[in-house]
């Protein structure tokens, strides 16, 4: 039996309207389940860029990126496995500002994890911690007792180490016209 690991799926696309809605739906119509989900304008004029991870089978990631090549306005779509790319994540953690000058022990958590301070005020300051979910995962369970007001993290943002090929995919799509 084949085993399921994380894929990352770069899809890009023109910005329409609808296009993330249809996109979701191929994956409930599988009962996949989307581990994280980001979206920004590429490195391409005019073309955006849907990161997609999952946890899947390679026979079943296959599928689904084809179908995802079916909807009109997906220009291509790719899938890579996690040693195939470099990637991050970025969490906010706003905490009560009293912690930060009565639990000395609290500058050393921020320290130890290379997080940084991005804001302080009376009531509240917010650290800003960038890495990989683990990275991320632990520095909340240690602020956790400090006074975590709020906590939230970004989908996860990715490279392919190899080629892609997007840009030559749309030069030849353009000469096409």
Known sequence: MEKKKNFTISVYTENNVGLLHRLSAI????????????TSESEIKDVFRFIIVVKMTKSGVEKVVKQIEKQVEVIKAFYHTDSETIFQESALYKMKSSSLFEERHIQNVIKDSNARIVTVNPEFFVIEKTGFRDDTEKLYKDLKSY???????????????????ISEILNTFKNQK
Do not use: D, P
Not at 27 to 38: A, G, V
Not at 149 to 162: D, M, N, P, Y
């Open 27 to 38: 994956f409930l119509k599988r009962h996949i389940n989307i581990e994280s989900f980001s």
């Open 147 to 165: 006074g975590l007001l709020q906590f939230t993290r970004s989908g996860r943002i990715a490279v392919s180490k190899e080629k892609m090929g």
